[in-house]
């Protein structure tokens, strides 16, 4: 088998089936799919055993305890068969040419992990608004720098929103797996992880997966909120890999500490930019100067998108 795809899934009955079926509609076959229940309270494990009556490629793994995203995907790699292993949220879908356009990378050798752009969908709209990361138009090698200063606040989609393909020989072999005990950052951490263990890793100019903004959709369910800070994450990324970093990496690592740590003033800044409240906007400047990086950053991204 060639791919496994692993779907994390906690009260996601609404939403799915359109993942399910942008996985059946794909035009590379040869795949499996491991939807793992981290123990729902709604409809999401009897919508599952259904799918998998009707394709035997649809397997259920069902969770004993509610552990997070990070657990679940740690149990759907365990289980996995593929030679690669897939992601996908369970409220996100697929292009359904996105396997076939990975194919030639997958079997050139060359990497270990690759990554697509996003294509950003507004469920409220229901249309794709913006691509990910324009600026990537032929296939890129993601290195530790990239991981940093394409993961700031103030970024429209930060890189630890990609949803990888991994060699799960690659994986084994390193022994990695998500950190249990994340439920924010952790798609970001092991990105910084693989990448550290010598992944060669790639990120491709196609846009196949369609992300889902998490705006303010009731209906797309998600585990319980995340007890971990960003910036104790940031710490203990550069407390275990910051002495093996060239200069320039931990100059970036700088700045995105920096950053992060103005996240407060940030949950500020949003409402007093977009409702013009010139005021409350001059005085969180004054007070912050983390607040002028943040907001010329999203300035910065404003310029460089498009479609």
């Known amino acids: 088998m060639k791919i496994s795809i692993v779907i994390p899934a906690y009260n996601a009955a609404a939403c799915l089936e359109t993942a399910l079926r942008s996985v059946q509609n794909q035009t590379f076959r040869d795949w499996e799919v491991l939807v793992v229940d981290d123990c729902s309270r709604d409809e999401t494990r009897e919508l599952v055993r259904r799918w998998a009556l009707a394709d035997e490629r649809i397997r259920l793994i069902e969770q004993p305890r509610n552990g997070g995203p990070a657990v679940a995907r740690n149990a759907g790699f365990d289980a996995a068969r593929g030679e690669w292993i897939a992601l996908l949220d369970a409220d996100d879908a697929w292009a359904e040419d996105r396997l076939a356009s990975f194919m030639p990378y997958m079997e050139s050798g060359q990497y270990d992990l690759l990554c697509d752009r996003l294509a950003l969908y507004n469920a409220a709209q229901d249309k794709v608004v913006a691509a990910s990361w324009p600026w990537v138009r032929q296939p890129h090698r993601i290195a530790m720098r990239d991981l940093l200063l394409w993961d700031l606040p103030g970024q429209r989609a930060p890189l630890g929103w990609a949803k990888p393909l991994f060699r799960r020989a690659w994986l084994n072999q ?10 924010f950052g952790e798609d970001w951490r092991l990105l910084v992880d693989a990448v550290m263990a010598g992944a060669r890793a790639g990120l491709l100019p196609f846009a196949g997966y ?7 959709e009731k209906n797309f369910s998600q585990t319980k909120t995340d007890t971990v800070s960003p910036l104790r994450l940031q710490r203990d990324m550069v407390q275990q890999y910051g002495a093996r970093w060239t200069p320039g990496t931990r100059l970036a690592a700088r700045l995105r500490g920096w950053l992060i740590g103005g996240l407060d003033a940030k949950a500020r800044l949003k409402p007093a930019v977009h409702g013009k409240r010139w005021f409350a906007l001059a005085k969180l400047l004054l007070s912050s100067p983390r607040c002028w990086g943040i907001l010329l950053v999203h300035q910065y991204e404003k310029l460089v998108w498009y479609r």
């Open 210 to 216: 369609r992300y889902t903004m998490r705006l303010a």
């Open 174 to 183: 390193h022994g990695l797996r998500y950190q249990p005990a994340l439920r």
